[in-house]
């Protein structure tokens, strides 16, 4: 947990400074104090969805822009154009196939983390 704190801190910190938005600026803009603000970008803060989405709307950002990317979710926002190289190599049946492989198994790597 305290890994993707750090993350999200840090995706904030790095989206803040490419603004130019001081701490203060951005706690004013997000109706969050510049103290807890700080703990967010440093990870020790325990932050809410809806405070996050605040947050992220006050730098112009989607809330997406600052969580850890998975696997899965990549796969699958870029399921069009795996398909379509897939396609270029084999059947239809055989996409298929190494598509739900796929999924599978980064299913089984993620619970086994």
Same mark, same amino acid.
């Not at 790095?14 to 938005?21: D, G, Q, S, T, V």
């Not at 603000?37 to 990870?43: D, F």
């Given at each position: /947990? *305290? *890994? ?5 801190? #840090? #995706? =904030? ?5 490419? #603004?130019?938005?001081?701490? +203060?600026? !951005?706690?004013?803009? @997000?109706?969050? $104090?510049? $103290?807890?603000?700080? /703990? ?9 969805? /809806?405070?996050?989405? @605040? ?8 809330? $997406?822009? =600052?969580?850890?990317?998975?696997? !899965? ?6 399921? *069009?154009?795996?398909? +379509? ?6 059947? *239809? ?7 739900? &492989? &796929? !999924? $599978? !198994?980064?299913? #089984? ?5």
């Amino acid at each position: /947990m *305290d *890994d993707i704190l750090s993350y999200i801190g #840090k #995706k =904030v910190r790095a989206y803040r400074k490419e #603004k130019n938005y001081t701490q +203060e600026v !951005l706690a004013s803009k @997000s109706g969050s $104090t510049i $103290t807890y603000l700080s /703990m967010v970008e440093k990870g020790e803060a325990n932050i809410t969805i /809806m405070k996050l989405e @605040s947050i992220c709307t006050a730098l112009g950002i989607h809330i $997406t822009q =600052v969580l850890p990317k998975s696997p !899965l979710n990549e796969i699958k926002n870029n399921e *069009d154009s795996i398909l +379509e190289i897939l396609k270029e190599h084999y059947s *239809d049946k055989e996409v298929r196939e190494i598509y739900q &492989l &796929l !999924l $599978t !198994l980064i299913l #089984k790597i993620q619970k086994k983390q």
